[in-house]
């Protein structure tokens, strides 16, 4: 798709979309078909947002970090290590990567251990005190997004659930930290993912999403809480109001079926259908862990059944998908059929 119609792409906004659905329609009924045919079965009825990330198929996620995801921030690490790795990330030549991909989306981690985060908050000093450096000066996503959007490409965000095992008070004054990124990136946000996102009320969930949204009330939202799709019903609270179904995975890929002796299907969640892994031998680290022809097939698999995966690649420290990654994600863009590009 040329780059003019890329820009036309996302000039279709989510009001858009609530219009085609119908005037005044909050929410749309997707339908799930078995295989091939045309059985139907209904689902949850969905936030029509979640439309895009829909026919987006496929798209790419990373972990960019001060440490090797899943360890602990090495000791030697300091704020002024962190601002020099981010300063050096080249936005221009990993949206060039992106654009040559035909990638939908990207996501990029926020932060996630120690309050490292790629990103300024003056509301994170003034309520836990100064980051000697743990906020960058450089705001990494908001770079990004002026880069990526006007490609077509849509900007998203991992972040932990700040703040999930705390007081109340405590938990307010994250959401005050969330509120003013998600107010300062505005709608150039398309979505975001919740590590660990499992709170202990309905009231909590609302006051977080509240925050997540105060930027773009139509970003979308997926609260991790760990779970696989095992039935008719994904294994979440049913307090949990993400938008789509935050499906991480590590050693094992979900494949749909139908039971014989009961006409159970899998592949039935409660939110927009939507799987993440990582592509290498661990979340962005290692040389590609799948043959191009699993992995594909998997992907295609899963947009069979109007799903989406979202695959973790690593990165350079200065921003760039390796050469082993790049040339297997060329492969799967040319084999998907993306309707949006």
């Known amino acids: 798709m040329s780059k003019m119609n890329r820009r036309n792409f996302l000039s279709f906004s989510t009001s858009s979309v609530a219009i085609a659905l119908g005037a005044g329609s909050s929410v749309i009924k997707v339908n799930f078909c078995h295989g091939g045919d045309m059985e139907r079965e209904s689902a949850k009825m969905l936030n029509p947002n979640t439309k895009w990330l829909?026919?987006?198929?496929?798209g790419v996620f990373?972990?960019?970090?001060?440490?090797t995801p899943g360890?602990?921030?090495?000791?030697?690490m300091t704020g002024k290590m962190w601002n020099k790795k981010v300063n050096s990330f080249k936005v221009s030549e990993l949206g060039d990567q992106l654009e040559a991909l035909n990638a939908p989306y990207f996501f990029i981690t926020l932060g996630q251990k120690a309050d490292y985060y790629c990103s300024p908050n003056s509301s994170f000093e003034k309520l836990f005190g100064p980051s000697k450096g743990t906020l960058t000066e450089r705001d990494l996503v908001a770079e990004l997004a002026a880069d990526l959007i006007p490609r077509g490409i849509r900007m998203c965000v991992y972040l932990p659930a700040l703040g999930h095992g705390d007081s109340v008070e405590m938990q307010a004054m994250y959401q005050q930290v969330i509120t003013e990124w998600s107010e300062r990136w505005g709608e150039s946000i398309s979505a975001w993912w919740i590590d660990e996102g499992v709170f202990p009320?309905?009231?909590?969930?609302?006051a977080y999403t509240n925050a997540f949204k105060?930027?773009?009330?139509?970003?979308?939202?997926a609260y991790n809480n760990n779970k696989v799709v095992l039935g008719r019903r994904q294994a979440t609270s049913?307090?949990?109001?993400?938008d789509y179904y935050a499906g991480q995975r590590t050693w094992s890929l979900p494949v749909s079926s139908v039971r014989p002796f009961d006409k159970l299907k899998?592949?039935?969640?409660?939110?927009q259908l939507h799987f993440l892994t990582f592509t290498g031998t661990s979340w962005g680290t290692g040389n590609p862990r799948f043959p191009d022809n699993l992995l594909i097939g998997w992907v295609k698999h899963t947009n069979n059944y109007r799903g989406t995966i979202s695959l973790d690649v690593p990165l350079t420290d200065s921003g760039i998908i390796p050469e082993k990654h790049f040339r297997q994600m060329t492969?799967?863009?040319?084999?998907i059929n993306n309707k949006t590009h």
């Open 201 to 206: 009320s309905p009231e909590m969930y609302k």
């Open 71 to 76: 360890e602990e921030i090495p000791g030697h």
């Open 331 to 335: 492969v799967l863009s040319k084999k």
């Open 54 to 58: 829909r026919e987006a198929k496929w």
């Open 214 to 221: 105060a930027g773009n009330k139509d970003a979308l939202i």
């Open 238 to 242: 049913a307090a949990d109001p993400g």
């Open 266 to 271: 899998f592949y039935m969640p409660e939110n």
């Open 62 to 67: 990373t972990h960019y970090l001060p440490h």
